[in-house]
């Protein structure tokens, strides 16, 4: 085995570990919820396993899976060695000892604030610490896929970077400017008070700071399943990409768009005001361009490949393409999720509407279907 | 087959038309239910002290509730703390603006009242404030839809809201649940 297969392999064993766990304590919380007799069920166990869902699904999942994901693109994509393996090592062991700490402190109860914390509520500084070391490894993450992109364009000046690679230092970029959202708000306002070095904490402000963070960090999951979008996709069913420069521009945008757009989360809170809730609300709409744009490219790439294959008429196409290859079924089974999570996104979007379904089972429901519909699925 | 780049370029341009025409047409409908409608989120900028909040003149025990104010204005005013509402129960009259305001001594909490908009967040530090018209007569339930500790789900309130004839203040201005 190559070495950045190992590496990669390392990252999507903690991967899927986590999401094992999460898997269960998921099954666990539906069970406890239904009307069926679960065992074990008290506030301070369901609580605890829905801390452990959040967390393992959405902050160790989904970062290992991106970082294994990256260095696998770095390699391969360019088709050099990564640069930084070590590096890339350090950044591993950190994070999994961050991810530790965090289980560890989640196990032993006394980090049920769930993945989004809600402060005052204060947990283990374990817990805090342990998260902050997954954020750390993940920024070194960052730097080693810009320097493999600006490595390989020293070499080659006058080439586009690959579409795969370009996508990924997009969601570097991206994510070394959300993640100080969260980071500030753990390390300067939840971190000393849960040390019992400071006894106030400014709820609005930790709220906004978690926001900063707490959208595009949805974007940080996706921006992966996008690449296998664009670049597996269509040549896993035989044809070939519509556009390039249009994925492009639906990851520039993708960038863009998610830099400022956390606070619409905010929207029924009190502490910010109708003006700026207004434009965050505009920048919001704006986000589903990137996501309009990939679903034409990636359906008429498959119309291509549907339509190579002997498929005709107006959608003859579809039953035409090699549903048995499970790429092509991801997507097919993504484009669909994708419809009703998109869909409900746009509900939620608007702050009218907002207040129909703020905090209710219809987010989970939204997310959920994003979350496992297109990210996981991918 | 064969589609040149004019095509691909064309057929991008006709979608990216489409989609500029929808996300402008959802830019319009929000700005016309903001400015014209008066659909806006419940933001109020209003701080408060929590660790002396049940000494401040408006969130005292005897001021909480329903109560109507010198200008008729019908203004219910709640505590939301681990993990109850004080009070739990609160009338307000139908077809009648009424305004909600809300704070909270300890964690965050939120509440929404189920079949109508009233939707807010309830912050430390802040007063939440909704102004709303009640339509539909009954006990409405207001759970805390925001997790505030292992108790949250044990945390409701009943917002009843009584036709406006039988909606009758006492020499205070003030009405409570026992009355009906």
Same mark, same amino acid.
């Given at each position: 085995?190559?070495?950045?297969?190992? =590496?990669?392999?390392?990252?999507?064993?903690?991967?899927?570990?986590?999401?094992?766990?999460?898997?269960?304590?998921?099954?666990?919380?539906?069970?406890?919820?239904?009307?069926?007799?679960?065992?074990?069920?008290?506030?301070?166990?369901?609580?605890?396993?829905?801390?452990?869902?959040?967390?393992?699904?959405?902050?160790?999942?989904?970062?290992?899976?991106?970082?294994?994901?990256?260095?696998?693109?770095?390699?391969?994509?360019?088709?050099?060695?990564?640069?930084?393996?070590?590096?890339?090592?350090?950044?591993?062991?950190?994070? =999994?000892?961050?991810?530790?700490?965090?289980?560890?402190?989640?196990? &032993?109860? !006394?980090?049920?604030?769930?993945? /989004?914390?809600?402060?005052?509520?204060?947990?283990?500084?374990?817990?805090? =610490?342990?998260?902050?070391?997954?954020?750390?490894? &993940?920024?070194?993450?960052?730097?080693?896929?810009?320097?493999?992109?600006?490595?390989?364009?020293?070499?080659?000046?006058?080439?586009?970077?690959?579409?795969?690679?370009?996508?990924?230092?997009?969601?570097?970029?991206?994510? +070394?400017?959300?993640?100080?959202?969260?980071?500030?708000?753990?390390?300067?306002?939840? +971190?000393?008070?849960?040390?019992?070095? /400071?006894? /106030?904490?400014?709820?609005?402000?930790? !709220?906004?700071?978690?926001?900063?963070?707490?959208?595009?960090?949805?974007?940080?999951?996706?921006?992966?399943? #996008?690449?296998?979008?664009?670049?597996?996709?269509?040549?896993?069913?035989?044809?070939? =990409?519509? &556009?390039?420069?249009l994925g492009r521009l639906s990851f520039v945008l993708l960038l863009l768009y998610? +830099?400022?757009?956390?606070?619409?989360?905010?929207?029924?809170?009190?502490?910010?005001?109708?003006?700026?809730?207004?434009?965050?609300?505009?920048?919001?709409?704006?986000?589903?361009?990137?996501?309009?744009?990939?679903?034409?490219?990636?359906?008429?790439?498959?119309?291509?490949?549907?339509?190579?294959?002997?498929? !005709?008429?107006?959608?003859?196409?579809?039953?035409?393409?090699?549903?048995?290859?499970?790429?092509?079924?991801?997507?097919?089974?993504?484009?669909?999720?994708?419809?009703?999570?998109?869909?409900?996104?746009?509900?939620?979007?608007? #702050?009218?509407?907002?207040?129909?379904?703020?905090?209710? &089972?219809?987010?989970?429901?939204?997310?959920?279907?994003?979350?496992?519909?297109?990210?996981?699925?991918? | 087959?064969?589609?040149?780049?004019?095509?691909?370029?064309?057929?991008?341009? %006709?979608?990216?038309?489409?989609?500029?025409?929808?996300?402008?047409?959802?830019?319009?409908?929000?700005?016309?239910?903001?400015?014209?409608?008066?659909?806006?989120?419940?933001?109020?900028?209003?701080?408060?002290?929590?660790?002396?909040?049940?000494?401040?003149?408006?969130?005292?025990?005897?001021?909480?509730?329903?109560?109507?104010?010198?200008?008729?204005?019908?203004?219910?005013?709640?505590?939301?703390?681990?993990?109850?509402?004080?009070?739990?129960?609160?009338?307000?009259?139908?077809?009648?603006?009424?305004?909600?305001?809300?704070?909270?001594?300890?964690?965050?909490?939120?509440?929404?009242?189920?079949?109508?908009?009233?939707?807010?967040?309830?912050?430390?530090?802040?007063?939440?404030?909704?102004?709303?018209?009640?339509?539909?007569?009954?006990?409405?339930?207001?759970?805390?839809?925001?997790?505030?500790?292992?108790?949250?789900?044990?945390?409701?309130?009943?917002?009843?809201?009584?036709? %406006?004839?039988?909606?009758?203040?006492?020499?205070?201005? %003030?009405?409570?649940?026992?009355?009906?």
């Amino acid at each position: 085995m190559k070495s950045f297969e190992r =590496l990669t392999l390392a990252h999507l064993w903690v991967a899927f570990a986590a999401f094992s766990v999460a898997c269960f304590f998921g099954v666990w919380q539906m069970w406890a919820r239904s009307p069926l007799p679960a065992p074990f069920v008290t506030p301070d166990h369901y609580f605890l396993s829905v801390t452990a869902h959040g967390v393992s699904m959405a902050f160790v999942l989904t970062t290992f899976f991106i970082m294994g994901f990256g260095y696998f693109t770095a390699e391969t994509a360019l088709e050099r060695p990564l640069p930084g393996k070590t590096w890339a090592w350090l950044c591993f062991i950190l994070a =999994l000892a961050g991810a530790l700490m965090a289980t560890a402190a989640i196990l &032993s109860g !006394r980090a049920s604030v769930l993945y /989004t914390f809600y402060p005052p509520l204060t947990a283990s500084p374990i817990f805090y =610490l342990g998260l902050v070391l997954v954020v750390v490894g &993940s920024w070194i993450w960052c730097v080693l896929m810009i320097v493999a992109m600006s490595q390989w364009k020293r070499v080659n000046p006058d080439a586009p970077v690959p579409l795969a690679m370009y996508a990924t230092v997009a969601n570097a970029v991206m994510w +070394l400017w959300t993640t100080v959202g969260v980071t500030a708000e753990i390390l300067f306002i939840v +971190l000393p008070a849960s040390l019992g070095w /400071t006894d /106030t904490v400014d709820v609005g402000l930790t !709220r906004t700071l978690f926001s900063w963070t707490l959208h595009p960090i949805v974007y940080f999951w996706l921006f992966p399943a #996008y690449i296998a979008f664009y670049t597996m996709a269509p040549q896993a069913a035989g044809g070939l =990409l519509y &556009s390039d420069t249009l994925g492009r521009l639906s990851f520039v945008l993708l960038l863009l768009y998610s +830099l400022p757009v956390g606070m619409h989360h905010l929207f029924m809170d009190p502490q910010q005001s109708t003006g700026f809730k207004l434009v965050q609300m505009m920048l919001t709409i704006l986000v589903s361009v990137p996501t309009l744009l990939t679903v034409f490219t990636i359906a008429a790439s498959m119309e291509i490949a549907g339509r190579l294959r002997g498929g !005709r008429g107006l959608f003859g196409w579809i039953p035409a393409l090699p549903w048995e290859r499970p790429m092509v079924l991801a997507t097919g089974l993504s484009f669909v999720m994708l419809f009703f999570g998109g869909g409900g996104g746009l509900v939620n979007m608007g #702050y009218g509407l907002n207040a129909m379904i703020h905090n209710t &089972s219809w987010v989970t429901a939204h997310f959920h279907l994003i979350f496992g519909g297109a990210v996981v699925i991918m | 087959m064969a589609a040149s780049e004019e095509d691909i370029l064309r057929s991008e341009l %006709r979608w990216s038309m489409v989609v500029g025409g929808a996300v402008a047409l959802i830019f319009a409908a929000i700005l016309y239910a903001g400015l014209v409608l008066h659909v806006n989120p419940p933001s109020n900028i209003e701080t408060i002290d929590p660790k002396t909040l049940h000494l401040s003149a408006e969130f005292t025990e005897a001021n909480l509730g329903t109560k109507i104010e010198a200008g008729g204005q019908v203004t219910t005013r709640i505590v939301a703390t681990q993990f109850a509402f004080d009070p739990q129960c609160v009338v307000v009259p139908s077809n009648e603006p009424v305004t909600l305001r809300l704070s909270s001594p300890d964690v965050i909490h939120g509440i929404l009242v189920t079949g109508t908009n009233v939707n807010t967040m309830v912050i430390p530090g802040y007063v939440s404030q909704v102004h709303t018209v009640f339509t539909k007569t009954g006990d409405l339930l207001m759970p805390c839809h925001e997790f505030c500790g292992f108790g949250h789900s044990q945390m409701w309130a009943t917002v009843r809201v009584v036709p %406006r004839e039988n909606f009758r203040p006492d020499a205070d201005g %003030r009405v409570a649940c026992e009355k009906f």
